[in-house]
């Protein structure tokens, strides 16, 4: 037997019928477990333990990291500093059911967030409008993130005053994009001739700070909670995908969280030589210490998953994007810069680079099963992507020789290749769930924490100052202390113009 053929043998992980296959990472035996040993060598067995026991893994904030208990669907006790956290999770699970039984009449939804608390539902409201036969309710759902007008006046353009709703998601409910786009969308409303009172019928808030929130008009009974042991990346199995279950329904919802469940218990109990998350990893790993590689691809052969990418680039990046470890010494390995969009079209985009460039960037292809339209073509097309995304696999991992040098393709370029046996909530939220149980993982491998983000908060300080000066209208700003001579030079060309 071959040694590829072998690989190959030795090379498909299973968990919930989807199928990781790792053959053409190029990983043999004797390095997968040295792999495994060095996983068990970094404490990485404790870390899982420790992350679902509500230990305060998020050193630098001192908190525990415990999103796992927002999908904690069988309510076994999780307890943190001795207090179980399930009531108050099962609590927001009655009110999200409530409201959605209560909603009627509801033409469009503005859902105002960033960052965490955009991503997550944006992700599921579109992949999830592509399962064959979902039943929707038909509300609009609108998502508003960017500062940038442009998309809050295409979303007013659209949505009918009367009869819109609005969530304004916040952890801290004092991002500044987001409170100036709800009071935007507020005095909208106004303009439109929405009363005071139906305002408030209409504003509702998830957010950690709920006296923030009823500072800003939202009623009491509108706020629902999540709390700081809850990363804003890994926010959407709380109230964050309140909109998932008002478009698609409650048990939708719940099916989306038992996906992740179920996920969460494999990550939680499988040794780790069959445990999908910790092998993704450590096969990320084992290319970052041969090859050095600096970045890595996402492409779901499914255009449900477009914005699958977009959304493990901030889980990635935002998580494990560090020099530092744990301990305040430099890194070896931290995040890759990650990026991705749908196959095929990413084959006549960026592919040349991964047959041909210099640079080796290991990809991750997801594929799906059954076809995600009941079109009478699916089946014929399904098989042609499904064809495009086997094809793609084997041509980086086995490269071609030929006479002309602008022919050959060198090859030896990894990948993986996860199947998933249909896209629905379940398997969102398995996939999902997988992907955030990897990021993790590889943050205990590096020694980094994946649960803060401070080099977020830098440059929002120093933006302070020049909206300032921006404001001022002055074109002779100086230099100082808050803002560069490249920067005050800038803010004159924009303000020579006003």
Partial sequence: MSVQAQLANQSIHSALDMVLDTAYQGIDT?????????????????????????????????????????RNLSKTPVLIDGKDVMPAVTEVWHRIEALCNKWVGVTDVIHIGIGGSDFG???AIEALAHV?????????????ANIDTAELARILARAQPHSTRVIVVSKSFT????????????????DSGCTTSQIAHALYAVTANIPAAKGFGVSEENIFPFWDWVGGRYSVWSAVGLPIALQYGFETFKQFLAGAEAMDLHFKNAPLEQNLPVIM?????????????????????????????????????????????RDGKPVKHSSPVVFG?????????????????????????????????????????????????????????????????????PGKRPSNLLLLPKLNPFYLGALLALY???????????????????????????????????????????????????????????????
């Fill in 121 to 123: 539902p944006r992700l």
């Fill in 281 to 325: 990893a450590l096969s990320l790993l084992y290319q970052q210490e041969k090859h050095d590689i600096k970045a890595y691809a996402a492409i779901p052969y499914a255009d449900a998953l477009d914005w699958f990418p977009k959304w493990l680039q901030q889980l990635d990046m935002e998580s494990n994007g560090k020099s530092v470890d």
């Fill in 175 to 190: 991002t500044l994009e987001t409170s100036m786009n709800a009071k935007a969308v507020v005095a909208w409303l106004k």
């Fill in 341 to 409: 969009s749908a196959g095929s079209n990413a084959q006549h985009s960026y592919f040349q680079l991964f047959h041909q460039g210099t640079e080796i960037i290991p990809i991750d292809f997801i594929a799906v099963r059954e076809p995600m339209s009941d079109r009478p073509e699916a089946v014929a097309h399904h098989r042609i992507l499904l064809s495009n995304c086997l094809a793609q696999a084997q041509a980086l991992a086995n490269g071609k020789t030929a006479s002309n040098p602008n022919d050959v393709y």
């Fill in 436 to 498: 955030e149980n990897r990021t993790a993982t590889l943050g205990a491998l590096w020694n980094i924490n994946s649960f803060d983000q401070p080099g977020v908060e830098y440059g929002k300080v120093l933006a302070k100052p020049i909206e300032k000066a921006l404001a001022s209208h002055q074109d002779d700003i100086a230099a100082s202390a808050d803002i560069d001579a490249v920067t005050a030079a800038r803010i004159n060309l924009l303000n020579s113009n006003n």
């Fill in 132 to 144: 064959p036969g979902i039943e929707s309710r038909g509300m609009r759902m609108h998502f508003l």
């Fill in 30 to 70: 004797a390095h997968w477990k040295k792999l495994f040993a060095s996983a068990r060598q970094s404490q990485l067995e404790q870390f899982i333990v420790d992350m679902f026991a509500g230990k305060h893994i998020n050193n630098s904030e001192d908190r525990p990291a415990l999103h796992s208990a927002l």
